[in-house]
């Protein structure tokens, strides 16, 4: 008797697999995310199969000579700093962003970057058509006369011609929701298919030695559409990310076997495509308008690079009975009323019949708690109607009891504080007497600030200074 096909019920956002459909996935709580999947009878797996008897493995010492991995550069400097210093051979790399953040534009400059430099490069998309790509590299000014090109979806198709292929160094499948396996029978962007594909794609760059990036899409929420599953299955993940009204585009390692996780790359989008930005600080304070109350700059650190950020606060009364509205772009909720709570409750300053407007200007996100005091200057600048002073710089983290901590690199934050022109960074105030002083440039005075109240008394006493 034939095997029926079985059933089975797939989350499309965690993976996790349910003998029966149900509204709401347990494992990761996504809604209507469970969507049925036929099971290919495979010839390994089943019960039934024959094993085949295992094979001892060789085991070595943890000493021993292993070269640091190659690296191909793709002269795509901002590219290259957050793959760790370039693509490595034989290695997979997952680029995820919403849909039309510029996935397919970096990656077709960076294809033809590689094949200019006389590497043999495929670009194999599944969503548009060749003559749209070629259209857009025109547009684009990009010439790559080695870069090949190929519209495909089908993965048995792909494998074939990359088996044929020799010294491959690139290949970039753009998108993995696009690509479809003849064996495996559901619908292509299925976490079956999506899996499957990859996992052959995969297979194939770590046989034949090519460097795979694969695009993938993201929802909404911020996870890779579907393919969660993928980002255990490759060597490193990077989302392009930034928000479709602003220039900038950032490009961000969440995972990356060969290099450090907190290095960026800053793009700006132009109709030249996307374009390096080597300074981001510049970029990003250019619009400043100084002496405006509730703006402060933040002397921060992306990965090992310094980059200051203006963060602007708006108070207005609240509105209505309900609580206060607490909105933030490009900083963490939880964190704001955190803040908001030991200004309360340590400095006296209450803003809980005001609404509060927190964003970080320019687009870019900021993860670290070293912010803190920026965005307290920017608060209390707001309250109190007292513009920061317009070449100030702040950093350092707020703990509950209002004490400012000490946070990584001072160093090099005041060395970029200076080199924009800034004449004065607030920080923290050294503890112990073993801590060393950190070096200011000169012509940067220094204010060393040990809790959060002595911030606020810097504006409220200049108010009263104006009072008197
Ligand atoms: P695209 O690379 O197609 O995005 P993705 O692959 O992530 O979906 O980028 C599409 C957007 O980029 C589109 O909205 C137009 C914009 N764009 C420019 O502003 N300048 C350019 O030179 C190009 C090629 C695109
Ligand atoms: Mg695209």
Redesign the pocket.
């Known amino acids: 008797m034939a095997r029926r096909p079985a059933n089975r019920f797939v989350c499309q956002s965690c993976g996790a697999v349910f003998p029966k459909w149900s509204g709401r996935c347990d494992a990761c709580g996504a809604w209507n995310s469970i969507v049925e999947e036929t099971v290919e009878p495979t010839a390994t797996g089943g019960t039934n199969a024959r094993r085949r008897a295992g094979a001892r493995i060789n085991l070595v010492g943890l000493a021993g000579d292993t070269p640091p991995p190659p690296r191909i550069e793709t002269r795509i400097s901002e590219l290259d700093r957050v793959l760790g210093g370039g693509l490595v051979p034989a290695s997979v790399v997952l680029v995820g ?1 919403d ?7 970096l990656l077709l400059q960076g294809a033809c970057a590689l094949a200019r430099l006389g590497r043999k490069v495929m670009y194999i998309s599944g969503e548009e058509a060749v003559d749209q790509i070629r259209l ?1 590299a025109r ?2 000014g990009l010439e790559a006369p080695t870069l090949e090109l190929a519209a495909a979806i089908n993965v048995a198709d792909i494998a074939a011609t990359l088996e044929a292929e020799k010294d491959l160094a690139l290949v970039v499948i753009d998108s993995i929701q696009t690509m479809w396996m003849e064996t495996v029978e559901s619908a292509p962007g299925t976490v079956s298919q999506v899996r499957a594909s990859a996992f052959e794609l995969i297979r194939l760059a770590k046989q034949r030695g090519f460097s795979l990036i694969l695009v993938g899409h993201v929802t909404k929420e911020g996870a890779l559409a579907g393919p969660r599953v993928l980002e255990h299955m490759v060597d490193a993940v990077l989302y392009f990310e930034g928000d479709r009204g602003h220039q900038f585009r950032i490009l961000r390692a969440a995972k990356n076997r060969f290099g450090a996780t907190d290095e960026i790359g800053v793009f700006a ?5 996307l374009e390096e930005v080597p300074n981001p600080s510049a970029l990003f304070l250019a619009e400043r308008r100084g002496h405006i109350a509730g703006s402060a700059v933040f002397a921060g650190m992306e990965g090992t690079r310094p980059v200051l950020l203006e963060v602007q606060a708006l108070l207005s009364p609240k509105a209505g009975d309900g609580g206060a509205r607490r909105a933030v772009v490009g900083w963490d909720t939880g964190r704001l009323n955190m803040l908001l709570a030991v200004l309360e409750a340590r400095c006296g300053i209450k803003l809980n019949t005001m609404d509060v407007h927190l964003n970080i200007a320019g687009g870019l996100r900021v993860g670290e708690p070293a912010a803190d005091m920026a965005v307290a200057a920017a608060l209390v600048s707001a309250a109190t109607g007292q513009p920061t002073s317009a070449g100030s710089v702040y950093f350092g983290e707020v703990g509950l009891s209002g004490e400012i901590r000490q946070v990584s690199q001072p160093d090099t934050r005041l060395k970029e504080a200076h080199k924009l022109g800034f004449e004065q960074a607030f920080l923290p105030r050294r503890i112990a007497r073993g801590n060393r002083k950190p070096s200011a440039p000169d012509g940067l005075g220094i204010q060393e600030i040990g809790h959060l109240g002595d911030l606020v008394s810097l504006f409220t006493g200049a108010m009263e200074g104006a009072d008197a």
Do not use: A, E, H
């Open positions: 962003g849909p039309g953040i510029g996935k397919s534009t857009r547009r684009l989008m132009t109709d030249q495509g």
